[in-house]
């Protein structure tokens, strides 16, 4: 290919590639507000079922969003009430008792430990090497040490209060979101040509009913488990059963891994901080029966309306979600392989099929 002005292509090729650093750099500056751009919009569209479902009940549309966005609130705040004054309790609990063990001498780690390099090791100088321990101790900068956990700390509460106006953001967004998703999806569709227009509704309808379905579900199933949890963790004895209970309630909202993962530290706690490692085995063995009813019976019922994805879907699509954006990623992932799977199902086979 001849070119016939070098120089005006070289000057064009080089703004392409400044526009094109240009615009990536401004994704990396934005990327935080677009975080919350799409976590909004993916728990709208988890809310969107239930207001449609008010709305077939005569409800207007502003009366079904206010009262769905007022339920969640409520939900989270009565579990909000109602767990953390029982963890706080707990934690509470075991402070004290650690507190306890070492007034009365009954505990003491480093004597323990001193005994245990004794025994275990007769040839050990164990006195030289509390000694040598005890003189790098003396020697260390505390000044500096205390500068660093204060800058520590500080660091932690600016990412706390920063995750918490991250989270009144997304609560923002979410409401603005749920409250204007028919004047959304109105605006997205009338960019597609007229005649094309209805089956693009169409999929579109089908994507955001399979997204909202799914997010829907898997809330529910983390419910369950953590509900079931909680009461069979009380009447085993398991220690903080509340602790745990949140715990697997978070870890089940996890797809494909969450409730096994859940499930081993639940048992793992249990078998350390339990006072018999029977409370252990009970705990396991009840995970493993839950892990099977979830899997084959409340799964099922509960995620039918959502598009079924297969397993090796799912895996490929958390690990390439969670690597991209963490945990929000994981959990997105899912739902948009399922979109990509409606367009591969409905569109790009019945091309191949007519030609």
């Not at 164990?126 to 660093?148: C, H, K, M, P, T």
Request: with cysteine; aromatic share 8%; charged share 10%.
């Amino acid at each position: 290919m001849k070119i016939h002005n070098p120089f005006r292509t070289a000057l064009l090729a080089t703004l392409g590639v400044g526009l094109g650093l240009l615009l990536i750099g401004s994704i990396q500056n934005l990327q935080t507000i677009l975080l919350y751009v799409g976590t909004a919009l993916f728990l709208s569209l988890g809310l969107d079922p239930i207001v449609a479902w008010l709305e077939r009940r005569k409800l207007p549309r502003w009366a079904a969003v206010l009262i769905t966005i007022l339920a969640v609130l409520a939900a989270f705040a009565g579990i909000i009430l109602m767990v953390v004054p029982v963890i706080v309790q707990q934690i509470g609990q075991l402070v004290a008792a650690i507190q306890k063990m070492i007034e009365d001498g009954s505990w003491n780690p480093i004597e323990d430990l001193r005994d245990w390099m004794t025994a275990q090791f007769p040839l050990l100088k164990v006195d030289d090497v509390f000694e040598y321990v005890q003189e790098w101790l003396n020697s260390l900068d505390y000044g500096a040490i205390g500068s660093e956990i204060g800058g520590s700390i500080i660091a932690i509460g600016g990412a706390v209060l920063s995750g918490l106006a991250g989270a009144f953001i997304v609560l923002i967004l979410t409401i603005y979101f749920t409250a204007s998703t028919p004047s959304l999806k109105r605006a997205a569709y009338q960019l597609v040509p007229a005649s094309k227009r209805a089956r693009f509704m169409d999929l579109g309808e089908q994507i955001t009913d399979s997204v909202g379905y799914y997010v829907m579900g898997q809330v529910s199933l983390g419910v369950i488990n953590g509900v079931l949890s909680a009461i069979f963790l009380s009447i085993i004895g398991a220690p903080f059963p509340a602790v745990l209970a949140v715990i697997a309630f978070f870890f089940s909202l996890i797809p494909l891994v969450g409730t096994l993962t859940g499930s081993t530290i639940i048992v793992l706690i249990c078998l350390g901080l339990a006072e018999s490692p029977v409370t252990a085995l009970i705990a396991a063995i009840y995970y493993l029966v839950y892990m099977q009813i979830e899997a084959y019976v409340i799964s099922p019922r509960i995620m039918g309306r959502a598009v079924a994805v297969p397993g090796a879907v799912v895996v490929i699509a958390a690990l390439a979600g969670g690597s991209l954006l963490g945990l929000l990623g994981a959990l997105v992932a899912i739902p948009v392989a399922a979109s990509i799977l409606i367009i591969y199902r409905q569109v790009v086979i019945p091309r191949q099929n007519e030609r």
